[in-house]
């Protein structure tokens, strides 16, 4: 399940940085398949935390994907995220931030 969840995670975030240049599945794409996939375990990691919200943001807006989005942001500044994760999520979730 993990290593699942950080492959839609990467693939997302090489559709977010490809941008109108991604061939093939775009960001919604890959959004959308985020949420046909199996949730993640609770309690839910700061990247799966990261995941959900932007997938919920791109599928259904900013008033669904915000509250989502501020809370992987707090994740991502806490304690419960390895160095291994800030290191290769870092780019994503101050992305996040900025959105939000």
Excluded: K, N
Excluded at 12 to 41: H, I, M, N, Q, Y
């Amino acid at each position: 399940m993990r290593l699942a969840r950080e492959t839609y995670l990467e693939a997302l975030s090489a559709a977010l940085f490809a941008g109108r240049l991604a061939l093939g599945g775009g960001v919604r794409e890959v959004a959308e398949a985020t949420r046909a996939a199996p949730p993640s375990p609770q309690p839910a990691r700061p990247p799966d935390l990261l995941l959900d919200g932007l997938a919920v943001l791109i599928t259904e807006g900013y008033p669904a994907g915000a509250p989502l989005l501020q809370r992987a942001v707090r994740a991502f500044r806490g304690e419960d995220v390895s160095m291994g994760e800030r290191v290769r999520w870092l780019w994503v979730a101050c992305h996040a931030a900025i959105v939000v």
